[in-house]
């Protein structure tokens, strides 16, 4: 994915997945974490 581009994970209520996040830092100084993300929808509530 693209820096910014949005997307939703979806899975299958028949089989099992893996999903793994993989992302890189681009300033050493200041790595980025979870508080970075912006939820446009959260069925989650986070």
Do not use: F, K
């Not at 979806?10 to 050493?28: F, K, P």
């Amino acid at each position: 994915l693209a820096c910014g581009e949005i997307h939703r994970l979806c899975g299958s209520l028949t089989s099992w997945g893996r999903v793994a996040e993989i992302w890189e830092h681009s300033d050493a100084w200041n790595p980025s974490d979870e508080t970075d993300i912006v939820r446009l929808q959260d069925d989650y509530s986070r």
